[in-house]
């Protein structure tokens, strides 16, 4: 057992391990043990298999081995290559998310399934895409802003409309690198055209191409998916909660809703709430039906609904071992194969629910968008009906579940931060209390912590310790995706978590009322970061690049996240990667990524797979850019609250 104590900071996770070896059920663990010791020439990113003369493998060392594939590509044109192909995919996933988001919008009507939740999201984002408001039905409304949206996937001439949010100074970076991005899917066929055997060879410019597709992800479609869900599903507020496999209910119909999309996912969570659904789960001997959302599904319908979170993306093979699980309900991305024989081991029935994700023997019940709340239904029926088989000899739910504060979009941490703005000084609904104790030093900087889970990592341990290590030092932390549900296991998004903060971070989070670390959401939700990161600077009157703000992916593993630390580094701010990725086998595009890029974009990588150096690179980092930020906004910048600055009545408040 002394492996398996290896692979999570969680106790119970490690039990549920146990579990599956005494039952013979095979988990990821035990695929990882069986996959032995990776290919090196995989891990260095150093095979190509682009073209039907190879697949060729060049040597990662400079002058040993064979330097070029068949075709003459080195190893600097093949690690860029898979690299930029990495983005492309990363970046479809999101795009195409997207995509379904905002045709769920153009079906939208007052007496559908769809409706509009956030009037004012919509009629600002009209307003901003000028399309004429006045006098016209909300819904119309609506339609048109959709239409905008989907032409912003293929329209022929211009940039994405959501580069203008930008400040000033990133968008004239952008321009002078040529790496504005025109149309979502056309950035995606060009990247996969410009990567064919034989089309672009020079390592640079793939990496540029690269970060303009990852762009049209950023600032393209994840902006989208995360706009367009407010406005349909409500802009998220803070909500209680509660997470870990401990929310699982031994008396109810338990549903796991795994995957993406919260087109589904908004209408399960309805379907749940009807009281013949419900009478129907009491009909079958169960108490209620308890919704438990895992990945970034699950991330979606917290942040609007408060459902419970089980777990994040380790979790999903965990869950089902627990023998209460009566079904899996998954859309697309991030959906583990192995849910099919695993949940064969138990009651569990695996339903997917998108032609886009069809899983080899799982129960496929296609998800009708036109006929939504009956067709979610119809899904959480055949949950219902599976409670009777229930197997009570194999039953085990953990005891652990953190209590969680959630549901910190942009909207909601400006209205925290309206608490703390004398309003007879200043207007409300601005970042300036952000700004200014960023600026004083009451919070050194801010980190976003982000990203899946690795087997190269002991689960969640290095999300937890980077997060413990930054509040401690005064550096608030915002996250999203299965980072954000790691911080919510261990009670980091709770506003008792603010005992482990530095004195600074501490008075900031009693005064404006938050958690150390804000749950912003779900992985397209790192737009709302960009958007953060965006409008701070705008009001300090710089570039994103020249706050003391950071990324950090310490557990990745897709291409999503790959797609997302390019757009991140390409909108000015320094990623960290506690996954070192398929790069290593070419020293040029290493020096690249964690050099040269910063005087392209002004930010560049950083990569270490331990979290305490990967930390205390961060917190160096961000200190080398406040005496920056220092030097440029001509102020002095000390650690805390200045007397001079006490006098300055929005700070006062804080102090
Ligand atoms: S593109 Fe070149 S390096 Fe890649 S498989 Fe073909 S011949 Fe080999
Ligand atoms: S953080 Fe990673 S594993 Fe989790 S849902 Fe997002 S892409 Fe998937």
């Known amino acids: 057992m002394s492996e398996t104590k290896m692979v999570s900071l969680d106790e119970m996770d490690e039990q549920l391990i146990q579990k599956a070896e005494a039952e013979g059920v095979e988990t990821m663990w035990d695929r990882k043990k069986a996959m032995k010791a990776p290919c090196g020439f995989g891990e260095k990113g150093v095979c190509c298999r682009i073209c039907a003369m190879g697949p060729c493998r060049v040597s990662p060392v400079e002058g040993k081995g064979a330097q070029r594939g068949i075709c003459g590509a080195t190893a600097d044109t093949i690690v860029a290559r898979n690299l930029a192909r990495m983005i492309a995919a990363g970046t479809s996933a999101h795009s195409d998310h997207a995509r ?58 211009g940039t994405l409309k959501f580069l203008e949010r930008a400040p000033e100074p990133r968008k004239k970076i952008w321009r002078e690198l040529d790496i504005e991005p025109r149309a979502i899917d056309r950035e995606i066929a060009t990247i996969m055209h410009s990567t064919h055997m034989g089309c672009t060879s020079d390592a640079e410019s793939l990496l540029k191409i690269g970060m303009r597709t990852a762009l049209a ?27 870990n496999l401990g929310v699982l209910e031994e008396k109810q119909v338990n549903i796991i809703l795994h995957g993406h999309e919260p087109s589904l996912s908004e209408m399960i969570v309805m379907a749940a709430q009807d009281p013949q659904i419900i009478k129907l789960a009491e009909e079958v001997g169960a108490e209620g039906i308890n919704l438990a959302g895992m990945c970034c599904t699950g991330n979606e319908v917290t942040m609007r609904h408060g459902v419970k979170i089980a777990g994040n993306f380790f979790q999903q093979e965990l869950a089902v071992l627990t023998g209460v699980i009566e079904a899996v309900i998954v859309d697309v991305q991030c959906i583990f194969p192995s849910l099919t024989p695993i949940t064969d081991c138990y009651h569990t029935k695996f339903i997917t629910t998108s032609p886009k994700a069809k899983i080899t023997g799982a129960t496929h019940i296609e998800f009708n968008e036109e006929k939504a709340l009956e067709s979610a239904k119809s899904i959480v029926r055949e949950a219902i009906e599976n409670f009777k088989n229930r197997k009570k000899e194999k039953v085990f739910i953990p005891q652990t579940k953190n209590q969680a504060t959630l549901g910190y979009s942009v909207e909601a941490i400006i209205k925290q931060l309206d608490r703390v703005v ?61 980072a954000a549900q790691a911080a919510a296991k261990a009670g980091l998004t709770s506003k008792d978590a603010a005992k482990l903060a530095g004195k600074g971070l501490q008075a900031v989070c009693e005064l404006v009322d938050i958690p150390p670390v804000l749950h912003m959401g779900s992985c397209v939700d790192i737009s709302r970061i960009l958007t953060l990161v965006g409008e701070t600077a705008k009001h300090m009157g710089v570039d994103n690049c020249d706050l003391p703000v950071v990324g950090v992916a310490p557990e990745w593993m897709s291409e999503k996240a790959v797609a997302i630390a390019n757009y991140v580094i390409a909108s ?18 290493v020096d690249m990524l964690t050099n040269k890029l910063e005087e392209m974009t002004g930010a560049k990588f950083f990569i270490d797979t331990d979290p305490h150096k990967l930390s205390a690179m961060m917190l160096d980092r961000i200190e080398e850019k406040r005496a920056k930020l220092e030097a440029r906004l001509g102020k002095e910048i000390e650690y805390g609250i200045t007397r001079a600055e006490e006098e300055e009545e929005g700070v006062k408040e804080l102090a």
């Open 217 to 243: 992800d950023g600032w393209g479609g994840s902006m989208i998916g995360t706009v367009f869900s407010d406005i349909l599903f409500g802009t998220p507020v803070p909500r209680e909660t509660e997470a």
């Open 100 to 157: 379904d988001i905002a045709h769920v919008m153009h079906m939208a009507s007052r007496d559908g399934n769809y409706t509009i939740k956030d009037e004012r999201k919509l009629l600002s984002l009209a307003e901003e895409w000028e399309v004429n408001t006045e006098g016209r039905d909300i819904y119309d409304v609506a339609h048109e802003v959709a239409e905008i949206a989907l032409n912003e996937f293929g329209k022929p001439f």
């Open 572 to 589: 000015g701010i320094d990623v960290f990667l506690g996954v070192e990725p398929p790069v290593m086998g070419s020293a040029a595009v």
């Open 422 to 482: 004398n309003s007879n000084i200043d207007p409300q609904g601005t970042v300036k209390p952000l700004a200014d104790v960023i600026k004083a030093g009451v919070l050194r900087g801010a980190a976003g912590i982000v990203g899946c889970n690795n087997p190269k990592v002991k689960h969640d341990y290095s999300h937890i310790e980077i997060m413990k290590k930054l509040i401690a030092n005064d550096v608030i932390v915002v996250t999203t995706g299965c």
